[in-house]
């Protein structure tokens, strides 16, 4: 029987940093391999990615291991997962445009809808230092 896979969703964001982090958390624990994948709007761009690659360097992913495809994004990562025959999608809840402090950023919620295999979407983690002075810490 194949290794499960479970396919992470970057666009070189901090999202997509975290959502590394969770992938990769989660296949130590299931003993899965991790597939990292970018969906750039067009052959050759990389959506944000400095030439230099610094997200990739700092999330610690070998330009190899990154696949890139071409297109919508929710539409290619659900097309790539059930052509991979992945056993999860993760990807973060927001990515790297506009400001958006309480919905799921577009490409997240499109996905949950279109995929057609679980989809963990993650968010940002609130930390005590973070809420100090918000309405979270008068809990």
Do not use: K
Not at 85 to 95: D, K, T, Y
């Amino acid at each position: 029987m194949a290794r499960p896979s479970i396919l992470v969703g970057v666009d070189f964001s901090e999202p997509a940093a975290r959502a590394l982090v969770e992938a990769r958390t989660m296949a130590r624990a299931l003993d899965a391999d991790v597939q990292v994948v970018h969906v750039a709007p067009a052959i050759g761009e990389y959506g944000g990615e400095p030439a230099g690659g610094g997200w990739l360097a700092a999330n610690e992913v070998a330009v190899e291991d990154l696949e890139v495809r071409c297109g919508t994004p929710w539409v290619e990562l659900a097309r790539h997962a059930s052509e991979h025959r992945s056993h999860l999608i993760v990807v973060g809840s927001h990515g790297g445009r506009g400001y958006q402090p309480v919905s799921l950023g577009s490409t997240a919620l499109r996905l949950t809808l279109a995929a057609t295999r679980p989809v963990v979407v993650v968010g940002q983690r609130v930390t005590a230092a973070s809420r100090s002075g918000s309405a979270l810490a008068h809990r």
